[in-house]
């Protein structure tokens, strides 16, 4: 599975989502630094963590501006998976490859702790090791996760099935306590309309192995070393 990790000034979880696919998949991805205009030959693409250009502006503005981003764009638009985390949802918000905004949390304040996730799809590249409805205990760790669309587009992101976790107690309940930043609908990843693009704000590359305290998030790399190997 060869794969592209793109590397901007601040990201901070890009080697941890290379540790992840390199143990999914038995391969180390591309680590492309964002002032390239083109990537090599990749199967998935990740937009890691982290704090591009320090969240001046508005997280991920600045990035999704970025040289590489094009070329994102372009296999995006072509197909290509692409997996974006926290700081990466951020950014392909920001670049129109997914709807909506993030804004800063409702507490205004940084949250760092685990919480519970829903599957809401298991139907797509990233998700099919998961089945619907199962609860995952995942990281978050941001200032700015909290999901806002306008009725419309969350209308339409209901209709399609684009909403592929949601924020929610232990027992899969989705409630306003579980939600750790006040994002409209406990929305906590969402799915482009063709299901290539998925952009989540917790972080499943930091309980995907043992030695970090658990293993929700490795099949979410297994499922796509799998799928892309197929």
Not at 195 to 209: I, Q, S, Y
Request: overall charge negative.
């Amino acid at each position: 599975m060869p794969a592209a990790v793109i590397v901007f000034p601040g990201s901070n979880c890009d080697r941890d989502v290379a540790v992840a696919l390199e143990a999914a998949s038995g391969r180390p991805p591309a680590m492309v630094w964002h002032q390239e205009s083109a990537l090599p030959p990749s199967d998935l693409i990740v937009v890691p963590g982290g704090f591009s250009y320090g969240d001046y502006l508005r997280s991920g503005a600045m990035a999704a501006h970025s040289p590489i981003m094009r070329a994102v764009t372009a296999r995006a638009n072509a197909g290509t998976p692409v997996l974006g985390i926290c700081n990466g949802f951020q950014i392909l918000a920001e670049a129109g490859l997914l709807p909506g905004i993030l804004m800063r949390n409702a507490s205004l304040k940084f949250v760092c702790r685990d919480v519970d996730l829903r599957v809401e799809r298991a139907d797509t590249v990233f998700t099919s090791a998961y089945t619907q409805g199962e609860v995952l205990r995942v990281p978050v760790a941001h200032h700015d996760g909290n999901y806002f669309a306008d009725p419309d587009t969350l209308q339409r992101l209901q209709d399609g099935g684009q909403i592929a976790f949601r924020y929610c107690d232990a027992g899969g309940n989705v409630t306003a306590a579980a939600n750790p930043n006040g994002s409209i609908e406990n929305i906590a990843g969402i799915v482009n309309a063709a299901g290539n693009v998925l952009g989540m704000m917790p972080h499943p590359e930091r309980l995907a192995d043992p030695l970090l305290g658990g293993t929700d998030g490795a099949p979410m790399f297994t499922a796509l070393a799998e799928a892309i190997a197929a």
